[in-house]
């Protein structure tokens, strides 16, 4: 998914199209003794099957600023295509499973879905994509008003070792406000402009939710489950839906997922994002079955 540098575009609706999966995590929590031990075998199986790996490092040095992201520098960032056409990014953090927006994928059959990962310039590549087998929809999305606007994607097959490297998840209770993040995307880099054939990267500040919920949206709210950034002309745009906003440190972590806004890097008009820390008690839900990685700093030789 891109990032514009310069004014920005209200994010599109996907088309609806066709029934989709859906995973409602107060069904994976019922008080049915069985259901929770056969989840913990699920689990305990997935656990052992899965080798050591490390989340949330980049490729080369970091290239501070906005501008064009360089090859192979965001290695979990992924472009997602319906029916061979791209229409959001996602963010990839297992070896077959990625994070989008549920806007991206509403109603959407799997195998309408595929996703390119490691990917540089979109419109030239050669590469069908990956196929998504299941979409997993937030079972409390509204679609009016892009609440809980978060959707995991599973893969057919695990992705090859070598082109992809997983972004981290974060802590439920991580304090964001006032953090310097980076968002980045295939989107629009102005205004109503075309999608760019190449990744944008925009380093932005995530707001405190107090001045979040005061931005000048009128009636659509901003909810506790999003949260605002953005920087002086700096901002996601228009075809930059489902893909990562990143806290950089101590490692690259999904902290948001491009969700909504009005127009690209207008003044009191952030860029809205889902807020993915809110979500871990049901991402944990929908990633069982997923080998997913630690930060680096948990390993010490």
């Known amino acids: 998914m891109t990032v514009a540098l310069g004014p920005y575009q209200r994010r599109p609706r996907p088309i609806i199209a066709g029934p ?3 995973l409602n995590s107060r069904q994976n929590f019922d008080t049915d003794g069985m259901l929770r031990s056969l989840l913990l075998l699920a689990v305990l199986a997935t656990a052992s099957a899965c080798k050591p790996c490390t989340c949330g490092v980049a490729r080369g040095a970091r290239v501070v600023g906005g501008g064009p992201v360089t090859a192979g520098e965001f290695p979990w960032l992924a472009a997602v295509k319906r029916d061979g056409k791209l229409i959001c990014g996602a963010t990839v953090v297992a070896r077959d499973h990625l994070i989008t927006a ?3 994928v509403y109603e959407v059959e799997a195998s ?18 990956y196929r998504v087998s299941h979409v997993i929809q937030h079972p409390d999305f509204n679609r009016y008003t892009y609440d809980n606007d978060i959707a995991v994607l599973r893969l057919a097959e695990a992705l090859p070792d070598h082109l992809y490297r997983p972004a981290c998840l974060p802590d439920d209770e991580d304090a964001l406000a ?10 629009s880099t102005v205004e109503k402009g075309p999608p760019s054939d190449i990744p944008m990267k925009a380093e932005v500040q995530i707001w405190s939710q107090e001045a979040c919920t005061g931005a000048g949206y009128g009636r659509r709210k901003v909810t506790p489950r999003m949260l605002c950034a953005n920087a002086p002309d700096r901002d996601s745009c228009t075809g930059d839906s489902g893909g990562p906003l990143l806290m950089t440190q101590p490692h690259y972590t999904v902290v948001g997922i491009v969700s909504w806004g009005r127009g690209c890097a207008r003044q009191g008009y952030p860029g809205v994002y889902a807020r993915v820390n809110h979500f871990m008690p049901w991402l944990r839900v929908a990633l069982r079955h997923a080998c997913t990685c630690t930060p680096p700093n948990i390993y010490k030789k």
Do not use: M, P
């Not at 006032?178 to 989107?187: L, P």
């Open 178 to 187: 006032g953090v310097d993040a980076i968002v980045s995307g295939w989107g």
């Open 20 to 22: 989709a999966s859906h």
């Open 102 to 104: 549920t806007h991206c």
């Open 112 to 129: 309408r879905l595929t996703v390119l990962v490691g990917e540089y310039n979109v419109n030239k590549s050669r590469s069908e994509g």
